[in-house]
C-alpha cells in the first residue's frame, strides 16, 4: 500500500503541517518549504537532530514511546493520528523482524458472517445498519441499509465496497451532497485500516485499484491523513426520499476486531421521516401488488 517508510514518510507529512508560530517558533528567516524543519521537530521533542533524522529515514526502528509521544505532541497528532503513528512502528519492527511474513495471508473477515451477526442486522430494520471490513466491504447489510446506499455492481463480484462506490460509482457524487468530505473520510479509514493491518491483501489490492483508476483517489491517498470513521455525521441525496442527515456509530465487535458493524440513526424529524419513507418504500409488496424495482443506483 506504500513504500517501506511509511512511518517516515508520515512523520514528513505531519511535520510539513505544523506552521512554525503554532508551536511558538518566530523570526526563523524565510521558509523553501511549509511547516517544520527537522532540527526544530528535533529541539521540540527533545531528542537530537541525527536521531530524528534516521526516523524519517527508517533507520532507527525502536523509538520508545516517550519519543513517540514527544513527536505526537510536537506535530500536533489528534487521537487517531497518534494511533497510526504507533501502528506504524509497530508494522516497521514486525518487518524487520524473523517472523514479518506472517501477516501477508488473506485476512479473517473473508470468512462468511456469523448466523447470530446477520439476524442482528437484521433485526435492526428501522435503521440502515450494516457489516464492514477494514477494506470497506460490506459484508452484509439490512433492507434499509440498501435501499439507501444502493446494490453492488455487475463488475464487483456481488459484495458492495464502500470505497469503490465513492470514487468509481457516478451516482455516489449524486447521492453524498458533501462528496469530498466523504472522500476525504474514506481515504483516511483506509490508510488508518493499512497502517494496523500491513498484511490485508485485499485493502492492498483496493488502495492499488483505485490508485491506478481514480487522480482523485490519488491525490487523498498521498496527503497520508488517517480517519478513524468511529461516528459522525453524514448527509445523503436520495433520489426517492430527499436530502438529510444521518448519524453514524461504528462499533467494534467483541471477538472479531476484522469487522465492524456500522449503524445510522436520525438526529432530527426531517431525517426520521426520510427514513420511515424509505422502510415503507423498501417493505414486501402484499400479496398479488405489482413490484418495481428498489434499487436507486448501481454502487460498485
Excluded: C, I
Excluded at 534516521?54 to 505532541?73: C, I, K, N, T, Y
Excluded at 456469523?114 to 440502515?128: F, H, K
Excluded at 483516511?188 to 487522480?215: I, K, N, Q, T, Y
Excluded at 418504500?281 to 413490484?291: H, I, K, L, S, V
Aim: glycine share 10%; charged share 25%; hydrophobic share 40%.
Amino acid at each position: 500500500m506504500d513504500a517501506d517508510n511509511a512511518f517516515g514518510d508520515f512523520l514528513m507529512s505531519r511535520r510539513a503541517r505544523v506552521a512554525p508560530a503554532a508551536v511558538g517558533l518566530t523570526g526563523h528567516g524565510r521558509r523553501r518549504v511549509p511547516g517544520l524543519r527537522r532540527e526544530e521537530v528535533a529541539e521540540l521533542a527533545g531528542v537530537s537532530v541525527v536521531y530524528y533524522t534516521r526516523l524519517e529515514q527508517g533507520r532507527a526502528l525502536h523509538p520508545s514511546g516517550a519519543v513517540l509521544d514527544a513527536l505526537a505532541r510536537v506535530l500536533r497528532l489528534d487521537a487517531t493520528e497518534r494511533a497510526h503513528l504507533y501502528d506504524l512502528v509497530r508494522r516497521t519492527r514486525a518487518r524487520s523482524s524473523a517472523g514479518a511474513a506472517a501477516g501477508t495471508g488473506e485476512p479473517v473477515a473473508d470468512e462468511p458472517v456469523r448466523d447470530g451477526l446477520r439476524r442482528l442486522v437484521t433485526a435492526v430494520g428501522a435503521v440502515p445498519a450494516y457489516v464492514l471490513s477494514p477494506a470497506m466491504d460490506v459484508l452484509d447489510a439490512n433492507d434499509l441499509a440498501r435501499a439507501l446506499v444502493g446494490a453492488p455492481g455487475p463488475a464487483s463480484g456481488g459484495r458492495l465496497n464502500l470505497a469503490r462506490h465513492v470514487f468509481a460509482d457516478p451516482a455516489a457524487r449524486e447521492l453524498y451532497p458533501q462528496w469530498e468530505d466523504v472522500a476525504r473520510q474514506t481515504v483516511g479509514f483506509l490508510r488508518f485500516s493499512g497502517g494496523r493491518r500491513p498484511g490485508d491483501l485485499p485493502l492492498a489490492r483496493l488502495v492499488a485499484e483505485l490508485s491506478r483508476h481514480s487522480a482523485e483517489f490519488r491525490s487523498l491517498w498521498a496527503m497520508r491523513e488517517v480517519r478513524e470513521k468511529s461516528y459522525g455525521t453524514k448527509s445523503f441525496r436520495h433520489p426517492v426520499v430527499g436530502t438529510f442527515p444521518l448519524t453514524y456509530e461504528t462499533l467494534t465487535l467483541p471477538g472479531d476486531e476484522q469487522r465492524s458493524l456500522v449503524v445510522f440513526t436520525a438526529p432530527d424529524a426531517r431525517a426520521e421521516a426520510a427514513l420511515r419513507l424509505l422502510g415503507s418504500w423498501t417493505a414486501p409488496a402484499p400479496a398479488g401488488a405489482r413490484t418495481g424495482n428498489t434499487g436507486h443506483g448501481s454502487a460498485g
